[in-house]
């Protein structure tokens, strides 16, 4: 069964950055790959969509990221990246990714950021 690992989580101080890293454990980045997204959810809060990525490329954010997060991927290694830049404390949240290669979809299990100083 493929599974999703997620990395990169952590604590940092508002301002600073983290590079989110999802890598599955099978390669699924073939020809039946459909989109890769990044997803969070905080406290009490209902699950969000961050960034999209297609497999033509094709990349999409949510509003709140206004331009401060890169959602990237490196078939050859099976990962998909995000980078955040300029972090804020409303980030705080578990990060999970979420791979469609037609016809399953994939969850990681989660990765906490934490933004505070």
């Known amino acids: 069964q493929v599974q999703l690992v997620e990395s990169g989580g952590g604590l940092v101080q508002p301002g600073g950055s983290l590079r989110l890293s999802c890598t599955a454990s099978?390669?699924?980045?073939?020809?039946?790959?459909?989109?890769m997204t990044w997803h969070r959810q905080a406290p009490g809060k209902q699950r969000e969509l961050v960034a999209t990525?297609?497999?033509?490329?094709?990349?999409d954010y949510g509003a709140f990221v206004q331009g401060r997060f890169s959602i990237s991927s490196d078939t050859a290694k099976s990962t998909v990246y995000l980078q955040m830049n300029s972090l804020k404390p409303e980030d705080t949240a578990v990060y999970y990714c979420?791979?469609?290669?037609?016809?399953?979809?994939?969850w990681g299990q989660g990765t906490q950021v934490t933004v505070s100083s």
């Open positions: 979420n791979i469609l290669s037609s016809p399953y979809e994939y």
């Open positions: 990525i297609n497999a033509d490329g094709f990349t």
């Open positions: 099978e390669n699924i980045f073939g020809r039946n790959l459909i989109r």
